[in-house]
């Protein structure tokens, strides 16, 4: 019997018929990820539905040497929850561990399993009266894990920051199968490290993330949400900073989008209307919030807020949505601009951060040059300017074959965004993480002390390189030249 037929009736033996599969149509769909652009192969697929379980999973796995690549609900953007080809790996599938460990309401704090979908999640949360403040277009599959393993952001960081700033707790399983168990939230403790924020944002790398306590808050008891037109990206600036002066902690998002990405989801989506009767070049969808004991004074705050950008001329014209299904409809315009895109065809898309004043100039700037350098592309940004993160996706000219294009002018055009981020003081990755997308520009581009840094956290407690092999951590540069 080889090694490979001896750890996976191993496995199998441990984890049962439910919980470890070689079978290759059950695993045919979590082999490529969420984008299509990486595929690979996988020993079996492995999905427990305990702590304990994955522990003793991951020990089999250290004692034999397999790499191991945890996977949440393989909706990442950067290829981190993908397989390598040759196949020697095992998908870690955290899909069957999906239970509410504990819910105080009183507390605002819940516990559950990293299976846990975000989705249920905000139902969850909801059914108490509370909220959880984090919620992107993946909703429906992206699971409490995956979201804090890549530091997740979405349309809600603008008041209260990525997927960092709602854990309080977090149990992890380590390299050995050893747990690190710190669920219990404490306001104050200055034991050392600050361990579990170095496991958040770290894409299975350093620990694999099995279950985490959340902060909740009150759920808001009335939104507005605003349509407005603009007539360039520093105006939409300008009306972001009287925003935040004018609505204070009521602001709760601030998308930009230009017109070229309306017009794209209005074909994609048949039933999408524009809400505003006149086009502009730029728009921006702005949502206002209040608590209970606020509600009743957010329409007169709304008001006030938007006459007084109208009267500066911070914006060219607006429409408030009349009732909930069509501040919902604003929404689906702007968390379907992925796919229209994608339904147009190629594109290199990329996360970016810049400062959020030097965001205009970012791509005004930038954009004539790629479209100088890459004659044909068309180079936009849309997202979340209040801070600082737009994605920022360069379409390729009509009739290129996809694959060619991507691995030639595409990778090119990658490497002029990500060289001119830099410049600009920004980062290449704001909300979707490195995974094996960005890992060897990061090598190009990080600051070398801080890489050297992560390359020791990795050797300290992954010494095997069996967590997530191939993603996040670049090589050491005498590493990657052999």
Same mark, same amino acid.
């Given at each position: ?16 018929? $439910? ?15 969420? !984008? ?17 379980e994955v522990a003793q999973f ?13 996977? #949440? ?23 069957r561990m999906a239970k509410i $460990? ?37 909703k429906g599959s992206a699971t ?41 939230? /404490? ?49 939409? #600036?300008? /009306? ?129 040059? =790629? ?27 009509? #009739? ?19 060289? !001119? ?12 993480? =490195? ?25 300290? /407690?992954?010494?095997?390189? =069996? ?16």
């Amino acid at each position: 019997m080889t090694d490979t037929e001896t750890f996976c009736r191993a496995a199998a033996a441990l984890l049962g018929p $439910r919980g470890f599969t070689r079978d290759v149509d059950t695993m045919e769909p979590w082999l490529t990820d969420w !984008r299509g652009r990486y595929t690979g192969m996988a020993l079996g697929l492995a999905s427990p539905t305990s702590t304990i379980e994955v522990a003793q999973f991951v020990e089999l796995c250290a004692n034999h040497r397999v790499p191991i690549v945890p996977q #949440g609900g393989n909706s990442g953007m950067s290829g981190g929850a993908t397989p390598d080809p040759d196949g020697t790996s095992v998908i870690l599938s955290l899909r069957r561990m999906a239970k509410i $460990r504990s819910f105080d309401p009183d507390s605002e704090q819940i516990t559950c399993d990293a299976g846990v979908v975000l989705q249920t999640l905000h139902e969850t949360a909801a059914e108490k009266g509370l909220r959880f403040p984090l919620t992107l277009g993946g909703k429906g599959s992206a699971t409490i894990g995956g979201l804090i393993s890549t530091n997740a952001g979405g349309t809600q960081v603008l008041r209260h920051g990525t997927m960092r700033a709602q854990v309080l707790g977090l149990e992890a399983v380590l390299a050995d199968g050893s747990v690190f168990s710190n669920l219990v939230p /404490l306001k104050k403790d200055n034991r050392g490290f600050d361990l579990k924020q170095m496991l958040i944002g770290s894409e299975g790398t350093l620990g694999i993330v099995t279950a985490a306590t959340l902060r909740l808050l009150p759920d808001i008891a009335d939104r507005r949400v605003v349509w407005v037109g603009l007539e360039n990206l520093t105006q939409a #600036g300008a /009306l972001l900073r009287h925003c935040e002066a004018a609505a204070g902690i009521a602001l709760e998002g601030f998308e930009v989008l230009p017109a070229h990405c309306l017009d794209a989801v209005l074909d994609y989506l048949p039933d999408a209307r524009a809400p505003l009767t006149s086009p502009h070049p730029w728009y921006a969808l702005i949502e206002l919030v209040a608590t209970r004991g606020a509600a009743d004074r957010l329409d007169q705050l709304t008001e006030t807020v938007f006459t007084e950008a109208m009267e500066r001329e911070l914006l060219a014209d607006a429409v408030i949505a009349s009732s909930e299904q069509q501040a919902e409809d604003f929404w689906q315009l702007r968390e379907s601009i992925s796919p229209a895109e994608r339904a147009i065809g190629p594109a290199m898309q990329h996360d970016i951060s810049v400062p959020v004043d030097r965001m205009p100039d970012f791509v005004d700037s930038v954009s004539p040059e =790629i479209e100088h350098a890459f004659p044909g592309t068309l180079a936009l940004g849309f997202g979340h300017l209040g801070d600082g993160n737009i994605h920022y996706h360069v379409l390729a000219p009509a #009739g290129v074959i996809p694959g060619e294009w991507e691995a030639g002018d595409g990778k090119a055009i990658s490497a002029m965004v990500h060289d !001119r981020v830099t410049e600009f003081g920004g980062s290449i990755s704001a909300e979707h993480g =490195i995974g094996r997308m960005k890992r060897d520009e990061l090598g190009r581009l990080g600051d070398p002390v801080a890489l050297g840094m992560m390359r020791a956290v990795k050797q300290a /407690l992954d010494p095997q390189g =069996i967590l997530n092999p191939g993603k996040l951590v670049p090589l050491a540069p005498s590493a990657a030249s052999t």
